[in-house]
């Protein structure tokens, strides 16, 4: 990965990002990469995880109820005597 360093950035615009970072919940860093990968192209990184895109996915099929099967009492650990 490449490393780039921003010179004479205005205070106005560094407060800004560090305000639009913390909104969007993320380091000013991330958020400084997302939005330059947005002005050259690249689309934006999806911002949920897999587990909400699966849900996403699925939701439309309903949900299954399983029944539980009954649980047995524990049995006895070994003994090493």
Do not use: C, W, Y
């Amino acid at each position: 990965m490449a490393s780039i360093t921003i010179r004479n950035l205005d205070n106005d615009v560094k407060t800004r990002l560090r305000v639009l970072a913390a909104k969007h919940g993320r380091s000013m860093e991330e958020e400084a990469r997302l939005i330059l990968a947005q002005a050259v192209g690249r689309g934006p990184v999806p911002a949920k995880g897999l587990g909400t895109a699966l849900h996403e996915l699925f939701k439309p099929f309903g949900s299954v109820d399983l029944e539980l099967p009954p649980r047995d009492p524990m049995r006895e650990p070994p003994r090493f005597e």
